[in-house]
């Protein structure tokens, strides 16, 4: 196997160091943390310049203008003008004015642009959903096709595939049955069992029968459309809040916080599934055993800790003798 490039290696032994270096701000503001956010946003702002570039100015601003005419070079030649226009507020205090321009015109297209995207992909899927049945039937496992198969929990598409095959032969009888068939194998089978569960597992939604109702899947319909309903009452103005609607008002106003609270959470889960994979890496776990014994993430960690632990100590040291 080929070694890495020892440009490589320093690569990521500086990647391990700035990744203490933003840790470093859990103690308190200090000068790593200042270096490793400088170098992060002037990185990302010098590979932003680059992109826009190769992507929009080269293609088209500089390349199009030698080859369009007419109207078309006019266009190019006025969004020129207006980026030109743009610098003005950080050229001139008596011009700044000039920027307003440009900025109206960008904010009202995005404006725009957006209103008409956000109808579409959301308020549009939203009432589509909020229209839907409130009634929901187990998926049939001998007339279901595959993609509805691999949504059930546990399943997989080569899973459905096989029971697919497996129905052509001999119908499902149950869900047992469709777990215990040949094909499938233990792993397999044991991904599905972990999955089973009468209320809101594989055996609540799936049968081996015709209109079977998901009666789990009816309760979470009926309660969406009363929680949408609370919600949309909460912002109808027309109406004072009080009696009657002031409580379905105040349930849509709980029901809004669990929807912040769940968008919140999931973003946090996100940050925190970011965080394990950087303690991958600084533990050298994302690379193979060879480049990770290259690299000695696990040493250069606790070379990097001692380096900035140490910097801490005199930075604070030096700041406390200048206070006094």
Do not use: C
């Amino acid at each position: 196997m080929t070694a890495l490039p020892f440009v490589d290696v320093v690569g990521y032994w500086l990647g391990i160091f700035l990744t203490f270096a933003i840790l470093s701000f859990l103690y308190k503001d200090n000068p790593f943390y200042k270096l490793a956010e400088h170098i992060f946003i002037g990185v990302s702002i010098g590979y932003l310049i680059v992109l826009q570039y190769n992507d929009n100015i080269d293609p088209k601003l500089v390349d199009a203008m030698s080859e369009k005419e007419g109207l078309a070079l006019a266009a190019r030649l006025i969004a020129v003008l207006l980026v030109i226009m743009l610098f003005t507020k950080a050229i001139s205090q008596r011009l700044h004015w000039v920027g307003r321009y440009p900025i109206a015109i960008i904010v009202a297209f995005y404006a725009g642009l957006q209103v008409n995207a956000v109808a579409q992909a959301e308020l549009g899927a939203q009432m589509r959903f909020a229209s839907q049945s409130l009634d929901s039937t187990k998926t049939d496992l001998n007339t279901a096709g595959a993609e509805a198969l691999t949504s059930l929990p546990g399943m997989s598409p080569l899973v459905a595939e096989k029971w697919v095959a497996e129905r052509a032969q001999r119908p499902f009888t149950s869900v047992d049955d469709a777990v215990g068939r040949p094909s499938l194998t233990p792993g397999e089978r044991a991904g599905l069992e972990s999955e089973r569960g009468q209320l809101i597992g594989l055996d609540a939604r799936a049968a081996a029968t015709r209109d079977q109702r998901n009666w789990f899947g009816v309760f979470s319909n009926v309660l969406l459309l009363l929680g949408l309903l609370a919600s949309l009452v909460y912002f109808y103005f027309s109406v004072a809040h009080a009696g009657a609607v002031g409580r379905i008002s105040r349930v849509g106003v709980w029901v809004l916080m669990i929807g912040f609270g769940a968008s919140f959470g999931l973003t946090v889960q996100g940050r925190l599934s970011l965080a394990i994979g950087r303690a991958y890496s600084v533990l050298g776990r994302t690379v193979n055993p060879a480049d990770a014994e290259q690299i000695s993430a696990p040493y250069v960690s606790l070379v990097s800790l001692a380096i900035i632990g140490l910097g801490l100590l005199g930075w604070e040291i030096r700041r406390r003798r200048a206070q006094t």
